[in-house]
């Protein structure tokens, strides 16, 4: 089958899942998670082949990790399809109706997207997680991952799929798009009227080339290169939780710290002990000049150094001068992903919520808090970092839209 | 200045911009309907150029019409200037804030989006308009009008220019891009990074060419081809209520109806008095086997008649059986514009509003009601019809975004 067959068999399907109730799409998750438990060993056979590709083909350590399924990845992601069952359904939802001068009512009410495209890279597991979030949100999916990890989507689409059949729905409702060539992606990408978001989650080289060619809605998370401000009445103690766990707690992820920024009127007194505190975990620090003089075991940044994404134990350091210097450094360098401020100072706190353009501020909080499940929105298919339609994760709402209901007696416009 | 030139100078300025509160957009948007008013002569000199142009090139009395910038348009525009500047400012708003397990407080805030390209045909109004909408939404503005209308955009472009500049604010929030060339809608539409938002508005020529080259996002209004269902239990007098506002009060807009369907259960007693009644109001009716049988004096609908938008008084009208069969027909023909149902059976007006995928789905209501003034929104920059980020009229909200927030005291991830 062709993508664009594919994909009009999806957009047949995606009618059918519109209108189901949430009863049977949590029916039909339950079967999924069952399917996936009874599955451990075909899923691990197509697995195995993955694998021994990826040694072969001379990947790295940490890639082929992230390509594993095993028993342990297949329960993980079973719960995790269990878990989306038992979130709330955003489609049919009203809201408020509002009663006109000429006595219509009118109001919103939330609906399936329709056919959604999935582009991502290694890890299979996204394949279960992304059909799952899709299915709860009443629309079909076209799941195109990467050649790494083509026998084990296979398997999984095929489970998916069964699982789907046995709750009396078609296959069509979630189908994995091949992987054998690049062409499959910009097939996928340009199929307007039949594909109505794509969703590319991977590399920088992944994102933009989807973004550059797509002819249907993209909606792309480009590199987290997040800041923290040290504010001059921040507390400590505090910033030096934040850096810490900003840095260190998952350096390759995307809302991890890459910059801190001193405020020059508290640098002398806060720089040493935070270098200290990021030293001794291992942190290599490029320092601005200002910050060699109080910190000289830093490396000198050189002159690219503001807004790398790091993504290891490395961090960029910059002594500002004070609230504007900050927010003057994340206007130029940030990437609208996630920006923390440590302060004190209630105004200064206030112009950072309003004034920093980023999908996610925060106040005396560490930036690993952009994420869907520590947000309240249980689970995410990605964090936006474009602003239409979402920008900062995505939950089952962003897989949603709004549809206008106009409820008359007979009202014409005069 | 290049297209790109003017987009950086206009990205500085929506810094500003989204920072301004209320009281100073206002006093812009006031400031700006006073200009408008005081410029009558000169917009009159610059439009009769363009009207002088048009006759030559031996545009149509209705394109003519269109163009035209007269006084009373002048003030009908100045007027509309004034009423954004009474609508509620949507920016800097904030939703409930959710306080998490770890006592985190998370929620959201509304903000503007930032540049947005305007990119519409004839109308030189439309410039004022968006201009106005933009700036009341805190974005600047990149305003491309048409070719037709230049001399008269131009020098509303110098008119809403120096208001900004006579507020404190420099031009660069209202700009007007070139119309000498094509080049320059190109431009436009692929600076990534520099405009975060196209709306086209015009032919679907026009929207059907921005979406296919845009490298920005886009939300684009196509066609609308409107449906009416009369169902069996619909009342007579209310579906010709229906039929006659929606087709022939203003028969060239995107949310008139184009095409009629009524139940077989019912077309015998209701075809003949409908008919009548659109062909007694000069309505021409394009009628399949069915309808014909009931109205021999419609002419034959073609194969292609199903899904035709005419924006003039003709309609086509069809048979249906029942309301699975006005669903099945919708589906096929609709454009996701505006669907109308008569009814006075609860399910099927429920069915109606579940299962219609349309930006608004009206039940005994006139489809003339989707428009932005109509369902409440003040005022509107177009109608979408795309599902992402707005689905139907888009008022100041829709040129706004929301980025999340979070307060804490020091939360880490463990």
Redesign the interface.
Known sequence: MTVREQAQKAREAA?TL??LGRAEKDAALHQIAAALRASVDRIGEANAKDLEAARQAGLSPAMIDRLGMGPTVVEATAAGVEYVASLPDPV?SRGPM?R?PNG?L?GR?R?S??VIGMIYESRPNVTVDAAALCLKSGNAVLLRGGKEAQHTNRVLGEILGEALEACGLGRGGIQIVSAESRESIHELITL?GLV??VIPRGGEGLIRAV??NA?V?V?QHFKGVCHLYVDESG?L??AK??V??GKT?RPGVCNALECLLVDSAVAERMLPPLAAALQAAGVELRGCERTRQWVPSAVAASPTEWGTEYLELVISVRVVDGLDGALEHV?AYGSNHTEVICTNNLAH?ERW???V??????????S???DGG???LGAEIGIST????A???MGLESLT?????????????P
Chains 1, 2 share one sequence.
């Open positions: 009618r519109a209108r049919g509002q006109r219509l009118v009410a609906i997207l329709g307007v109505d978001l973004t550059e002819r809605p909606i507390d103690e505090v939780a934040l810490l766990n707690q206007a706190s919520l309003r004034e353009d980023a999908s996610c501020v925060c106040v005396n909080a560490s690993r808090f952009n520590q947000l309240g474009s602003k239409l339609h920008y900062g994760p839209t709004e549809k206008w209901l106009v409820i008359g007696e007979g009202q014409v416009r």
